[in-house]
């Protein structure tokens, strides 16, 4: 905390006394504190120096200095004292002149500190704040408190101190004004001192205009730079009793056919005569000696720009006027006639979205700094889908609310700004980009949305209802490929923020957030990805039944200690996929839908468990039971070699996880889903194709977070089958379904983490190949609560781990992995083992689980496959009470019951699987719980009608059935109780319905 004291702005009504702080690398909060002349119930406002405020002072005082021709640095430090004898009453009743004025408040600069790190106290302590009031002499309830934490606020409250909530700092301003009773900016709206890197030379842009507007004065140049504009700097200049507008390009190299500031000069002087509410631009200067680039000048348009699209503080009336309002505008765009206007050169006629949808394809990979999967994806799906029939108009490019400069005092639009974009071309396209709002968060930091509000509350249309508004208004049927726009639109945008994060890094960017767009590319192309998912499935209704396929599944009888095949089944499916529907990535639901290269891993992956897994089960079922049980099975071994040999060899790794195929086969989650229910189909294939958890979900995890120097250590080793390792979470002391509540301890002890913890569950810690341990425990138990855990690598010979004893599920070992308890006692691990950084492993555990929460899902449906391939075979053989146990109404209804529910189940899993791929794992949660509630319980209910038909003969060692309803139960709990995935799958429901 601190208080520093200085006068930051004044006007002719009220002076602010403000406690400023300058720039430390610790966090501090600052008081600020003022006098009200008219008698304000406030006299100081605290807030965090590290939060989201403290700019806007520093621009108040910055703007106040310009717009009075004070020199910059004037008005510093300075409080009001003195009373009617204070500088501030003399200088009111003109005994003193300004600049003495000034003077004497620099003599009476004061300092007052209170720093958290020097007093040890930090939020939300309550002790910090009353320190805080303690300082200004001021009671609770004549302070104001400005955080955007809850914790912090909550804390602040209880005190007596009015607070305010920061999600947005301009609305917060706005509240905070309401509450002070005067305003506390001033000068242009949307403006601020012009940013170091974005300074153009005064002198000859002055001479300049002066020649241009024919200006005779020797009064100075005032220059600002615009809050708008992520692309083009924008500035405002005052030059005698002219207020204009300049947009110039940004220095430096620039991409191909960027910034063209010319074309928007050209667009705006042919729309002012056809009834488009435009800015008067006044000249083109192409000279780049005067200011260092190309620029135009146009005459300054007073009015409001709404940045917040949800529109806060208006009426729901008026915000629905307000979109009217931007609907109508964009069909007088699109209703011009470019020829009529001089443009019908402006733009190519037709093949618009594949122009733009390759431009933006060449711009992004001008600009790209890493893989983005998503981005991937749709540079090879969209020039797949582009529309049949296209209209070419005049399309703005970037038409969205904030390019709108709306009437002060009438809800209409003055002027449509920002034309860098603008060509002929689809006018959809504008329709679509202008509802990105709809589908982005109120908290996106660069182009603010409002998909979590509640539009009807808001009074705000649709994106539906404003398309429909469109179409009616044009007499435009509504477009079928609605979808298909709208990832086209957000590919754009990401694109679009690429390159400004680009710029970022070299310094060209305009705007002073630009670097936070490096990690929007990504959400945003996620979002993308996500409307080309809803156009693939819409496609995808629409196409023509034919040319069904067939799947196969074999049954087994036991008969000389092997499993041999007797009977198959089939069932018609969807269409086969062409090749070109396969790269598109569509939802694959038979093996033989898959393409040529997996459908053949398929087949040899099929093969390979008919002639090597089912035969060997019987001798690996006896070795578990044997003395020898402890240490891993020779065949097992052995197989793995066969399973290496045959390509057969870390199938589990996700395409999106390893693009460049470095570490496993290179498929996507649904094509591994069908190889992985194949090899569910047996207890021990897993292991032997080394896509067993959980060395599969520890891989992963090396493979997305891990360090070069730990990949080349843990990851190897795993992959090529001479480790294995276990993932260490669970303790018996506390509900473990919740990754918080864990207690283990990691404490920082010079260049080492010390772990003590008490763990369970362990699964493979007694394998004598287990080389590493992923832990699980706490770095910082004062964090926020997601951030208190951390995730190390521990080698298994590190002195202190104490395995208490193997735990039994239903009475099994599970040999030679087992399920340990163990003791983590003092044991030290180098810093450089820790993965990511202290206080990732929520996020590590939530990136791990995703997958592999799914391998379990489909191996489940192999165990019910088989159980009911066991089934039909023994109801068919078996006699009771005179006839077949076929013959039996009750066993026919089971049989029945299984196949639907193992279809529902397979059916869900593969679109978990599928959305995964397309749209991620995030994307998938609700679909990825579903799973999880279904795929456990149906496994169980098939397997235990599968036991039933076999009497107690289900019960024994004889078959698999009983090993595999031992471990469908124990997923039930192992991969997350059905209560916790009821209740993710019940508040997304809700979510999404409200």
Not at 20 to 28: A, E, M, N, V
Not at 195 to 200: C, D, G, N, S, Y
Not at 763 to 792: E, N, W, Y
Not at 858 to 885: H, P, Q, T
Request: charged share 20%; glycine share 6%; hydrophobic share 40%.
């Amino acid at each position: 905390m601190c208080i520093r004291s200085c006068f930051q702005s004044f006007c002719l009504q009220w002076v602010w006394r403000t406690a400023f702080l300058k720039h430390t690398q610790r966090r501090h909060q600052v008081a600020h504190r003022w006098t009200h002349l008219g008698g304000s119930t406030y006299r100081a406002v605290i807030f965090d120096m590290g939060g989201v405020l403290i700019p806007s002072p520093g621009r108040v005082a910055a703007e106040w200095e310009i717009q009075n021709h004070i020199p910059s640095g004037t008005i510093l430090k300075a409080l009001m004292e003195g009373g009617e004898n204070g500088p501030w009453m003399r200088f009111m009743r003109a005994e003193i002149t300004a600049e003495n004025f000034l003077r004497e408040f620099g003599r009476l600069c004061s300092e007052m500190v209170v720093e958290s790190c020097v007093e040890g106290i930090c939020k939300p302590d309550p002790r910090i704040y009353k320190l805080c009031l303690e300082r200004l002499g001021l009671q609770p309830s004549e302070s104001i408190f400005l955080d955007d934490l809850g914790p912090n606020l909550k804390a602040a409250a209880n005190l007596g101190i009015h607070t305010i909530k920061v999600n947005d700092p301009e609305t917060a301003v706005k509240e905070l004004e309401a509450l002070l009773g005067f305003t506390l900016s001033i000068g242009v709206p949307n403006t601020r001192p012009v940013r170091k890197t974005m300074e153009i030379p005064k002198d000859s842009l002055e001479k300049y205009l002066k020649d241009l507007l024919g200006i005779q004065t020797t009064g100075p140049l005032e220059l600002l730079q615009f809050d708008h504009g992520q692309s083009n700097p924008t500035y405002y200049i005052r030059l005698a009793n002219r207020d204009l507008v300049l947009r110039k390009k940004p220095p430096g190299t620039l991409l191909p056919s960027a910034h063209a500031i010319e074309r928007e000069f050209r667009i705006m002087k042919a729309l002012a005569n056809a009834g488009v509410p435009v800015p008067n631009v006044l000249d083109l200067c192409e000279d780049s000696s005067v200011i260092g680039t190309p620029f135009y000048v146009m005459e300054y348009c007073p009015g409001l720009i709404y940045k917040d699209p949800s529109l806060p503080g208006l009426e729901p009336s008026q915000r629905r006027a307000i979109y009217t309002a931007m609907n109508t505008v964009l069909c007088k765009i699109h209703s011009v006639d470019p020829q009529a206007v001089g443009l019908e050169d402006y733009g190519k006629q037709g093949d618009y979205i594949p122009r733009q949808v390759q431009t933006w394809i060449k711009q992004y990979r001008a600009s790209e700094t890493s893989t983005i999967s998503a981005m991937e994806r749709l540079i090879e799906w969209l020039p797949l889908h582009f529309p049949y029939q296209q209209r070419t108009t005049v399309v703005h490019g970037d038409f969205r609310l904030d390019n709108l400069l709306f009437h002060s005092e009438k809800l209409e639009v003055l002027a449509v700004l920002d034309w860098e974009l603008s060509t002929l071309g689809d006018p959809f396209a504008d329709v679509a980009y202008s509802c990105l709002a709809h589908y982005l968060p109120s908290s996106f930091p660069m182009l603010r949305g409002f998909n979590d509000c509640d539009l009807t509350q808001l009074g705000i249309p649709t994106a539906e209802e404003y398309f429909r508004m469109y179409c009616l208004r044009m007499g435009l049927p509504p477009t079928e490929n609605w979808n298909f726009y709208m990832a086209f639109s957000f590919f754009r945008l990401a694109a679009i923020l690429q390159g400004v994060y680009k710029r970022s890094l070299t310094g060209q960017a305009s705007s002073a957030n630009a670097e936070q767009t490096g990690k929007l590319t990504e959400f945003v192309s996620n979002l993308a990805w996500d409307f080309a998912v809803k156009e693939g499935f819409r496609v995808f209704k629409e196409m023509p039944i034919k040319n069904p396929l067939t799947r196969s599944f074999h049954t087994w009888a036991r008969t000389q200690s092997q499993w041999i095949p007797t009977g198959t089944r089939s069932y018609s499916s969807i269409p086969e996929a062409s090749p070109v529907h396969t790269s598109k990535g569509g939802l694959v639901i038979s093996p033989e839908g898959l393409s040529s290269p997996v459908r053949e891993l398929y087949h040899r992956l099929k093969h390979f468990m008919e002639q090597h897994v089912y035969p060997a089960e019987t001798e690996l079922q006896s070795h578990q039971t044997s003395a020898a049980r402890w240490s891993p099975s020779p065949l097992i071994e052995d197989l793995k070699e066969k399973a290496k040999a045959e390509g057969l060899w870390n199938l589990f790794l996700p395409l999106e996880a390893d693009p460049e195929k470095k570490y496993g086969a290179g498929l996507t989650n649904m094509e591994y889903a069908h190889l992985c229910e194949l090899m569910g189909t047996s207890l021990y294939a897993p292991e032997i194709c080394n896509c067993s958890a959980p060395d599969t979900g520890n891989m992963e995890l090396l493979v997305r977070y891990g360090t070069e120097a730990q990949k080349a250590r843990w990851l190897i080793p795993l992959l090529e089958g001479k480790a294995r390792s276990c993932f260490a979470m669970t303790e018996p002391k506390v509900a473990s379904s919740d990754a918080t509540n864990i207690e283990a301890s990691i404490r920082e002890e010079d260049n080492f983490y010390v772990i003590n913890g008490h763990k369970w569950w362990i699964t493979g810690i007694l394998d004598p190949r287990c080389q590493l341990c992923v832990f699980m425990g706490k770095t910082d138990p004062h964090a926020p609560r997601h951030q208190q855990q951390s995730v190390l690598l521990v080698p298994m010979d590190t002195p202190g781990i104490k395995i208490i004893r193997p735990l039994t599920v239903y009475g099994l070992e599970d040999a030679p992995g087992g399920h340990g308890e163990v003791q983590f006692e003092h044991v030290r691990v180098p810093k450089e083992n820790m993965v990511l950084g202290p206080g990732r492993g929520f996020e590590i555990a939530q990136g791990r689980l995703g997958p592999g929460r799914i391998h379990h899902c489909m191996r489940l449906i192999g165990f019910s496959e088989r159980a009911l391939a066991l089934m039909k075979a023994r109801v068919k053989s078996r006699v009771a009470f005179g006839k077949a146990l076929v013959e039996q109404g009750t066993m026919l209804a089971d049989i029945a019951q299984s196949r639907v529910e193992i279809e529902q189940a397979r059916l869900l899993v593969l679109k978990a699987a599928h959305l995964m791929d397309l749209a991620g794992n995030k994307a998938a949660a609700l679909d990825i719980a579903m799973i999880k509630m279904i795929a456990p319980s149906m496994a169980s209910r098939v397997i235990d009608r599968a036991i039933q038909a076999f009497g107690a003969a289900g019960l024994s060692s004889d078959y698999p059935l009983a090993q595999f309803f031992t471990w469908a139960r124990a997923l039930r709990f192992a991969d997350g109780p059905d209560e916790v995935h009821q209740a993710t799958v019940a508040k997304l429901e809700l979510k999404h319905s409200a």
